[in-house]
T-cell receptor
Framework: DGGITQSPKYLFRKEGQNVTLSCEQN?????MYWYRQDPGQGLRLIYY???????QKGDIAEGYSVSREKKESFPLTVTSAQKNPTAFYLC???????????????FGEGSRLTVL | AQKVTQAQTEISVVEKEDVTLDCVYE???????LFWYKQPPSGELVFLIR??????QNEISGRYSWNFQKSTSSFNFTITASQVVDSAVYFC?????????????FGKGTRLSVIA
């Protein structure tokens, strides 16, 4: 089945540790996104990528890093510099940012990160 | 800057009641797209509808209907004869196009609880 796979679903980390969240898609989409969801805050854009080897910061990129070495993969690293990393992280993809009229965002099931 | 406001944080209704979820947006773009997504307890966001700024026709899909009014910058969503399965968080989102398509900006969401 085509879709987006995020892993792990639940993750615990100690303060000061970096952690990487995986996002893989087999939809052949050019654009991929990472959103963070906090209770009562909605979804906030962390990073997005329109094409392989290129990505742009979103509204809350500080303390996060990404890479886009393959079209199918867009991992997110939550670094120790992120002051409040406990949140629900959602990965999404679309045909293309420049073609938002052509297709909606497809979302993964999310990864819940808890910092102990 | 683009902004989406969902003033209703939580709504509870009894099954079979009609319910309207409000969405007000702000954008300087002349061409833009509006979306509604549903987030069930599983966490994955599900696309419901996309509407472009030139199409103000209301849309009905089964028990769902959408009322787009440019004059009031609103894109409200009505569920008729609500069911327990409609319980979810609903997000309204916006993407502008004047400066090239931008990633979706989401509202903070409205949590709908339908009680049997």
């Amino acid at each position: 089945d085509g879709g987006i796979t995020q892993s792990p679903k639940y993750l615990f980390r100690k303060e000061g540790q970096n952690v990487t969240l995986s996002c893989e898609q087999n939809l052949n989409h050019d654009a991929m996104y990472w959103y963070r969801q906090d209770p009562g805050q909605g979804l906030r854009l962390i990073y997005y990528s329109q094409i392989v080897n290129d990505f742009q910061k979103g509204d809350i990129a500080e303390g996060y890093s990404v890479s886009r070495e393959k079209k199918e993969s867009f991992p997110l690293t939550v670094t120790s510099a992120q002051k409040n990393p406990t949140a629900f992280y959602l990965c999404a993809s679309s045909i293309g940012v420049s073609r938002v009229a052509d297709g909606e965002l497809f979302f993964g099931e999310g990864s819940r990160l808890t910092v102990l | 800057a683009q902004k989406v406001t969902q003033a209703q944080t939580e709504i509870s209704v009894v099954e079979k009641e009609d319910v309207t979820l409000d969405c007000v947006y702000e954008t300087r773009d002349t061409t833009y797209y509006l979306f509604w997504y549903k987030q069930p307890p599983s966490g994955e966001l599900v696309f419901l509808i996309r509407r472009n700024s030139f199409d103000e026709q209301n849309e009905i899909s089964g028990r769902y209907s959408w009322n787009f009014q440019k004059s009031t910058s609103s894109f409200n969503f009505t569920i008729t004869a609500s069911q327990v399965v409609d319980s979810a968080v609903y997000f309204c989102a916006l993407s502008g196009t004047n400066s090239g398509n931008t990633p979706l900006v989401f509202g903070k969401g409205t949590r709908l609880s339908v009680i049997a």
